[in-house]
């Protein structure tokens, strides 16, 4: 502990926070117990059903099998470190893909002592933990900043449990972590401005770092924020001299934090210029300055009462002491440092709150979003921790305007409750701060020891009953009932586990590089648990190659652009993909795409084989340029799949010395037809085919198109222009199918939504060929007013498919991704390209022959490289963006840190050394001036300000102050604690 204890007597420091510390872990376990005992009422786990499970739970088991996967190799002498791997996503970067849930986070590793079926136990423990740790960083802060022990204990558990904190740490574990990480950051900054040695600042912010650098983005401008207010304290007339040097300190500290996250941070910063979300998200429906009037209403409730609508991720929820802190902050008279700093600091972020803007910017400038709010409570749970000290020295007609106005808050929330005995415990915590402010004796005066902790106990007692009645509103079936959207306890393995795809796993063994696609529309990730190679990625952070890819391919399984279900069940964009078998369910009404042969039925599911499905490189005697490939519609597209590589910059490549290869253009066979159709039923929808206006009623409605369809040919469904803005509605989908087998689930978003509203356009297969389709069924089940330009039925012929794709794998590299690597021998009777059906990265190098050769992005998201006539030994290898880099800028930021360190450490033993060998030689004499010298630190240590700015001594420092002469005494007594 680096701060002094005003007011504590002889009781050691150290001795003072393992107390406070063993009062905050029993207090924390008993609420902690009342606060998540919905979850075992209703027999559930912590694990949200949507990204908790199939990203934060995903990645932990991932996470766990990984490293002891790296420890086992490295023990065993054969030491190695994936970079890629095919069964995570498509075959995505491993750190990029999986930063953003845990996988540099620190407290991930107690992941590593449980196994698979258990791994729904740590998941449990880890959320408990996160809160647990948010309110001890929280408490660390406080006693060092030199405030009392009880009103800490208070703001902690305000901290912890606010309403984001609720929300937001079961929904998302890892957004706890920014919580965590706060007030210690801003620590680091207070003893950097304090002119101490920031390693705090440095170490926090490389785990911030290591950890997400979403969140180190909003924490990086909170921590700045807080460092400017509070600069501005401690430094008041004297700023002008301090300016330059403490923000070089501050930014040099930071920046050495930085570098010690580097080997996370680089990379993953890297992967996000290059994401499918950034950049395509749309702005605010609103002024950027107004938020319409009811989020406001919503907003302000929020800030004293349950209010989980988290429109813009704004989620409050503060004891009512908050109230009670703000009226005081707002008082004119005795304003203290303390009261202007926090009331600056609470102004600024409030600004940020109110403000879409605010909301925009900290969201880094993607969209509105207001994630960063642990920020805010992190202030709010500050004011509590004030209104507690200062309302013991507030007059007696203070006091009672304060208890007036909790009693109307209480009055006015209760008037809005259906039954009189929702929420009791928010109520009694309104009701008991108000008569404890009543009752409250010795106005204007500092309570004695005994009535200030009563009190103080009293209105801790009344956070903690607000924080269990909060929480009640959440998870309770009397509230929300949050709870209802979490898995059921012990199930998390098994859900992953039971998708067909997995369940015939056993049946796909043995075979060389392959993908496998299936009726899993529901679930997602599971491939990376079972080291399965499957097509239904679902991460925050995807290539914006492979978004385009399936935009340009008009994909209906792309749900969102970083959530995909598979290909299409399209055979060409399924056999370009290496997606060999198909697997479904025993009692599925799925049929198997075009080419699929049922090799194998068991109870679990119905396996289907492709031969035509593509090994894992396949080579092209002809290629087109990638632009060219862009203008072709996508019928069109697919059908040049089979038939020509659609390279990046394909004619350098040309000129390079590959002049048998042709362009393209003129040599793709293209075979579909456009087929005429009529709407033969059509219920409670009115679609005006002239303008578009596409109005669907109340419960939905159902679109019935006619065809005449032809045999051994896919038939296609295009729709064309689907968009839902004007309809109110944000997001839907809708169905489109034959009417006899399962109908494709399709996702459509509206222009202003988070998730994107570029896709249009959605190039449907209602049949696989294996009979005459005729018919196609469009089903809307939301009912509003959309647009629908047009649609469009084509028929495919399947004839010349087998025989382009033999042409294709006749010359091919049947080979594996192993480790960071794809090794392999080819002939090529003329010259080639070679295409890998792995996602294409900057961090892919080739070699042909042992001498490097350019890689190139092939068929809009793949890679390859080309290939003179002959025979050729390749090797493709994977190291990911930016890696080597941020590990060579983490290591030499931690040899500086600990060289900073050792250097401090030898100088204060040197220094020790020196004042014991002079106080030996100067005898009685040394001792006796020494004693005068502490009796006067003593003395002035009394005078100072125990907090600057932040705590009780103001009227001592005043004193302080006019004693001492210079400006340079004037600057310690603010600065220094010691």
Not at 47 to 63: H, K
Not at 392 to 411: D, M, N
Not at 783 to 810: D, I, T
Not at 908 to 913: D, E, L, Q, V, Y
Request: glycine share 10%; aromatic share 14%; with cysteine.
């Amino acid at each position: 502990m680096a701060g002094t204890y005003q007011s504590r007597g002889k009781q050691s420091e150290k001795g003072m926070f393992l107390r406070w510390f063993s009062i905050y872990t029993a207090l924390f376990l008993g609420l902690a117990f009342f606060v998540w005992q919905p979850f075992a009422k209703e027999n559930r786990s912590m694990i949200w059903g949507y990204d908790g499970l199939y990203q934060t739970y995903a990645t932990m088991v991932y996470y766990s099998n990984y490293w002891k996967n790296v420890l086992k190799n490295l023990f065993s002498g054969h030491p190695s470190l994936p970079m890629v791997d095919a069964s995570v996503g498509l075959g995505f970067d491993v750190f990029t893909s999986l930063n953003h849930y845990g996988f540099g986070d620190p407290l991930e590793t107690l992941s590593l002592f449980f196994s698979e079926e258990n791994m729904e136990i740590c998941y449990g423990i880890l959320v408990v933990l996160r809160y647990y740790l948010s309110g001890l960083s929280f408490g660390i802060y406080c006693l060092w900043m030199g405030k009392r022990e009880i009103p800490v204990l208070a703001g902690a558990f305000s901290y912890a449990f606010c309403g984001y904190a609720l929300y937001a740490g079961v929904r998302h574990p890892y957004f706890i972590n920014s919580m965590i990480y706060l007030p210690l950051m801003c620590l680091g900054a207070e003893q950097v401005l304090r002119k101490k040695r920031g390693y705090l600042l440095s170490v926090m912010t490389g785990i911030a770092a290591c950890s997400n650098f979403y969140f180190l983005y909003m924490l990086t401008i909170l921590t700045l924020l807080y460092a400017v207010t509070r600069f501005v304290v401690l430094y008041q007339e004297d700023w002008k001299e301090n300016l330059l040097g403490r923000f070089l300190a501050g930014c040099g500290w930071y920046l050495l934090g930085i570098g010690l996250g580097a080997v996370f941070l680089l990379p993953n910063i890297l992967a996000f210029f290059g994401n499918a979300r950034s950049g395509i998200v749309s702005g605010f429906d609103n002024t950027w300055f107004a938020y319409p009037s009811e989020f406001y209403w919503e907003m302000l409730k929020g800030y004293l009462f349950p209010e989980y609508s988290a429109r813009y991720w704004c989620v409050l929820g503060y004891p009512p002491m908050v109230l009670l802190g703000i009226l005081l902050l707002l008082r004119r008279k005795k304003k203290t440092q303390e009261a202007s700093w926090l009331g600056a600091w609470l102004l600024i972020l409030s600004l940020i709150l109110w403000i879409p803007l605010g909301g925009y910017v900290m969201n880094g400038f993607s969209y509105v979003s207001h994630r960063w709010i642990y920020g805010y409570s992190f202030c709010m749970a500050l004011v509590v921790v004030f209104s507690i000290e200062r309302m013991e020295t507030s007059v007696r007609a203070e006091r009672v305007f304060y208890a007036v106005i909790l009693l109307i808050g209480c009055l006015l929330y209760q008037a809005q409750q259906k039954n009189l005995t929702e929420l009791p415990g928010l109520l009694a915590a309104f009701a008991i701060s108000a008569a404890a402010l009543f009752l409250l004796p010795r106005a204007g005066k500092a309570l004695p020891k005994g009535r200030r902790a009563l009190f103080q106990s009293v209105m801790l007692g009344c956070v903690i009953a607000s924080a269990a009645s909060s929480s009640r509103a959440l998870y309770g079936r009397e509230g929300e009932f949050y709870t209802s959207e979490f898995q059921p306890s012990r199930t998390a393995w098994e859900n992953m586990s039971q998708p067909a795809e997995v369940q015939m796993r056993a049946e796909m063994a043995g075979s060389s590089f392959y993908r496998v696609e299936g009726d899993t529309i529901t679930h997602s990730n599971y491939g990376m648990l079972h080291q399965i190679n499957g097509t239904n990625p679902f991460f925050s952070i995807v290539s914006h190659d492979v978004y385009s890819y399936m935009k340009t391919m008009e994909n209906p399984d792309a749900k969102f652009p970083n959530w995909y279900n598979g290909m299409g069940d399209r055979a060409a964009m399924m056999s370009a993909a290496s997606v060999r078998y198909f697997a479904v369910k025993a009692d599925s009404s799925m049929e198997a795409p075009f080419g699929y042969e049922k090799v194998e039925e068991t109870e679990d599911g119905v396996l289907y084989e492709s031969p035509y499905a593509m090994p894992l490189g396949y080579t092209y005697s002809t290629i087109m340029d990638e632009e060219t490939w862009n203008t072709l519609p996508a019928i069109r597209k697919q059908q040049a799949l089979m038939q020509a590589a659609a390279v990046q910059s394909a004619r350098d490549g040309m000129e390079s010395g590959q002049d048998t290869k042709r362009d393209g253009r003129n040599d793709i066979l293209y075979e579909e037809t456009l087929l005429s159709h009529t709407v033969s039923s059509i219920e409670n929808i009115t679609w005006n085919t002239k303008t578009g206006e596409f109005t669907v009623g109340e419960g939905g409605g159902t679109l019935v198109l006619e065809f005449e369809g032809a045999e051994n040919a896919e038939t296609y469904v295009r729709v064309c222009g689907f968009d839902t803005d004007g309809s109110g509605q944000e997001l839907i989908y809708f169905f489109v199918g034959n009417g006899e087998s399962e109908a494709k689930k399709i996702y459509a978003a509206s222009d202003l939504s988070v998730w994107n509203g570029e896709f249009k356009d959605y190039l449907v297969a209602v049949g696989n060929g294996s009979r005459v389709c005729r018919k196609a069924e469009l089903r809307f089940p939301f009912a509003g007013k959309f647009h629908l330009k047009n649609l469009e039925v084509y028929s495919l012929p399947m004839a010349s498919y087998a025989s382009q794709a033999q042409e294709r794998k006749q010359e091919s590299l049947d080979t594996e991704l192993k480790g960071n690597r794809i090794e392999g021998t080819i002939s090529v009777s003329e010259d080639k390209f070679l295409c890998i059906s792995l996602p294409y990265s900057a961090g892919w190098s080739a070699k042909v022959d042992g001498e490097m050769v350019p890689v190139k992005r092939c068929n809009g998201m793949f890679f390859g490289v080309f290939l003179e006539k002959g025979n050729h030994m390749i090797t493709f290898s994977y190291r990911t963006p930016g890696i080597a880099a941020g590990a060579g800028l983490s290591l030499l930021s931690f040899f500086v840190l600990a060289g900073l360190w050792i250097w401090q450490v030898q100088g204060t033993k040197s220094r020790k050394n020196r004042m014991a060998s002079g106080s030996k030689s100067a005898g009685r004499r040394g001792v006796s001036r020494g004693r005068a010298k502490t009796a006067e630190s003593r003395q002035q240590g009394e005078t100072k300000d125990e907090s600057s700015g932040f705590g009780n001594g103001e009227k001592k420092r005043g004193r302080s102050r006019g004693r001492e002469g210079d400006r340079k005494q004037k600057i310690n007594s603010r600065i220094y604690e010691r």
